[in-house]
């Protein structure tokens, strides 16, 4: 069974660093690549990038270039989202999720959600 | 860069009614589009991939139709349990987009 497990719900203030993570179990990890997607407060989906299980190259949304860092660990099948400097803005629902494939990118599996608030 | 654009941004439909919503890609993205259903306060869901191919375990009642730049995903008989907000997705390339995201009520 396929399985996206997210870490926990996160206060922060605004300057802050975080880094949130996604485990996965049920798929061979490194075959596939984790997306994260936002979700502002009554706001649609957006989404923020890729990253590759096997080496952890990476694809930004425009939108999200710069702002963030993607990462992997293969040997424990977890997939991160950092910030070095939150800001209020980054106040959001973000999901991980696995793709159809290596090279289908729809996703296919979704994590639970990590809620992050960011607030002085 | 390529945008998705859903109409309509919300709708209200009686339970039974037949349901439509298009999704719209400003360049030609051949079949290389998801259907995603987020039920409130819920995770997202995988409805639709390839623009027609209904993932395991969903509805027989949906269905995705299109190529190119215009796709629709339908509901033929809507159900309360459809409550949600439907979302489009482009995938040809790793730079993917979300539409702007369909809400459907029960009148």
């Known amino acids: 069974e396929v399985q996206l497990v997210q870490s926990g719900a996160e206060v922060k203030k605004p300057g802050e660093s975080l880094k949130i993570s996604c485990k996965a179990s049920g798929f061979t990890f490194t075959n596939y690549w984790i997306g994260w997607v936002r979700q502002m407060p009554g706001k649609g989906l957006e989404w923020m990038g890729l990253v590759y299980g096997g080496d952890s190259d990476s694809r930004y949304s425009p939108s999200f270039q710069g702002q963030v860092t993607m990462s992997a660990d293969k040997s424990i099948r977890t997939a991160y989202l950092q910030w070095n400097s939150l800001r209020a803005s980054d106040t959001a629902m973000y999901y991980c999720?696995?793709?159809?494939?290596?090279?289908?990118?729809?996703?296919?599996?979704w994590g639970q959600g990590t809620q992050v608030t960011v607030s002085s | 860069d390529i945008q998705m654009t859903q109409s309509p941004s919300s709708l209200s439909a009686s339970v039974g009614d037949r349901v439509t919503i298009t999704c719209r890609a400003s360049?030609?993205?051949?079949?290389?589009l998801a259907w995603y259903q987020q039920k409130p306060g819920r995770v997202p869901k995988l409805l639709i991939y390839a623009a027609s191919t209904l993932q395991s375990g969903v509805p027989s009642r949906f269905s995705g139709s299109g190529s190119g730049t215009d796709f629709t995903l339908t509901i033929s008989s809507l159900q309360p349990e459809d409550v949600a907000t439907y979302y489009c997705q482009k995938y040809n390339s790793a730079l993917l987009i979300f539409g702007g995201g369909t809400k459907v009520e029960i009148k």
């Open positions: 999720a696995v793709t159809g494939s290596a090279w289908q990118y729809y996703l296919d599996y």
């Open positions: 360049q030609d993205i051949s079949n290389f």
